[in-house]
């Protein structure tokens, strides 16, 4: 199995919150990712955390960090339709790959 | 952010013959690029790195006589893939690493079939 695992399907209604949730496994990770693929296109680069870092905000965005439990976070506040997207979590160890999870379908609805 | 272009975004070949995707990273100089390809509803998988001016590293299981890299200059790379089969035919992503290893840009994408 992957080593970054995320749960594969998320639904939301448009204007809640969505919390999106990640686990990973090398301790070594200085940074980890958010990463958002929309239907056909390549992947976003929607902002990233380093490891000495609990909390990252930028806009409707949040990244919570748990480096005690490995677990990752992405919080979208006032989620819209245009979020509708897949997810991707990934981590960069010390080996200097970036290491993804298996994405998250994020469905916003109406 | 910065821009990564790949081109073509799609292509359809026959079978046997070859195909080049270029990747480019438009506003800054990318030290590594790194070729990806993607299944439907699948995540991405590694094929190969590569550095400006030397060979590139393959991922086990990759072809390195079927997926021909070239890291010509600091802002191209180009895969081909050669006597492409219809089990080619996948969604292949670009990504390009500037000097600084905490940011990686993505290409859009090129989606392949081979008829």
């Known amino acids: 199995g992957e080593d970054v695992e995320q749960s594969l399907f998320l639904s939301v209604r448009e204007g809640d919150s969505s919390v999106i949730n990640c686990t990973y496994t090398?301790?070594?990770?200085?940074?980890l990712y958010w990463y958002k693929q929309e239907p056909g296109a390549g992947l976003q680069l929607l902002t990233y955390?380093?490891?000495?870092?609990d909390m990252k905000q930028d806009q409707r965005l949040t990244v919570l960090l748990n480096k005690k439990d490995k677990h990752l976070s992405l919080r979208i506040a006032d989620t819209q339709t245009g979020d509708s997207a897949i997810y991707f979590c990934?981590?960069?160890?010390?080996?200097?790959?970036?290491?993804f999870g298996g994405g998250t379908r994020l469905m916003v609805k109406p | 952010g910065a821009v990564v272009s790949q081109h073509p975004s799609r292509v359809i070949c026959k079978s046997g013959t070859s195909v080049k995707i270029e990747c480019r990273s438009l506003?800054?100089?990318?030290?590594?690029m790194f070729w990806y390809r993607q299944f439907p509803k699948q995540s991405l998988m590694l094929m190969a790195t590569?550095?400006?001016?030397?060979?590139?590293?393959?991922e086990q299981g990759v072809e390195k006589d079927k997926f021909l890299i070239n890291h010509a200059s600091l802002t191209l790379s180009t895969l081909t893939v050669t006597s492409a089969h219809p089990e080619d035919s996948s969604f292949y992503i670009c990504?390009?690493?500037?000097?600084?290893?905490?940011?990686?840009?993505f290409g859009p994408g090129t989606r392949l079939t081979v008829t």
């Open positions: 990934a981590e960069l160890p010390a080996g200097n790959m970036l290491t």
């Open positions: 990504s390009a690493r500037g000097l600084g290893p905490y940011e990686q840009y």
């Open positions: 955390i380093f490891s000495n870092m």
């Open positions: 590569s550095n400006e001016g030397s060979k590139a590293t393959y």
């Open positions: 090398d301790s070594s990770s200085t940074y």
């Open positions: 506003d800054f100089q990318a030290t590594t």
